[in-house]
């Protein structure tokens, strides 16, 4: 009985949240890894409901997760962290390969196809009050139907 009402109460509480998330978050992946691979990619498209500033990403799958950014200089395609992402208010931002993205590094175990990470989004707002959500997210080789495709050069 106790671990029922537990249980309800959980519900309730991540329902709750969800209702009143900071975004709705869109066909989330991670790109899967093999053995000695230290690092990937997770992607997904996020819309705010107010102007917010994606600040940061942590997961207990990666010793680093940043919020990161390809783009070309000159000739050469660069990859660096930054420290936000500015999300306007009801406008989808798509994270993707070879655009923004969340860097997942130092993996602690490989990612293997067909799981689940999760993965907690840390935003400010206007005022500089910070918010965090916290995603589900499925591990594939490639894309979902319906993700954005890569950036293309």
């Known amino acids: 009985?106790?671990?029922?009402?537990?249980?309800?109460?959980?519900?309730?509480?991540?329902?709750?949240?969800?209702?009143?998330?900071?975004?709705?978050?869109?066909?989330?992946?991670a790109r899967a890894s093999v053995q000695g691979q230290?690092?990937?990619?997770?992607?997904?498209?996020?819309?705010?409901?107010?102007?917010?500033?994606?600040?940061?990403?942590?997961?207990?799958?990666?010793?680093?997760?940043?919020?990161?950014?390809?783009?070309?200089e000159g000739d050469v395609m660069r990859m660096r962290a930054i420290p936000g992402l500015e999300l306007p208010a009801q406008k989808a931002v798509e994270l993707r390969p070879g655009g923004y993205h969340l860097m997942l590094m130092e993996l602690r175990a490989p990612l293997m196809p067909e799981t689940r990470i999760p993965l907690t989004l840390t935003f400010r707002d206007?005022?500089?009050?910070?918010?965090?959500?916290?995603?589900?997210?499925?591990?594939?080789?490639r894309p979902p139907a319906g993700s954005a495709a890569p950036h293309k050069h």
């Open 126 to 141: 206007a005022k500089g009050q910070s918010r965090s959500m916290e995603v589900s997210v499925p591990v594939a080789v």
């Open 38 to 72: 230290s690092g990937t990619g997770a992607f997904m498209r996020i819309t705010a409901r107010e102007p917010l500033t994606l600040v940061g990403v942590s997961t207990p799958v990666a010793r680093v997760a940043e919020v990161h950014e390809m783009k070309m």
């Open 1 to 29: 009985m106790k671990t029922t009402i537990l249980a309800a109460l959980a519900l309730f509480a991540s329902t709750a949240a969800f209702a009143q998330a900071p975004v709705a978050v869109e066909n989330a992946w």
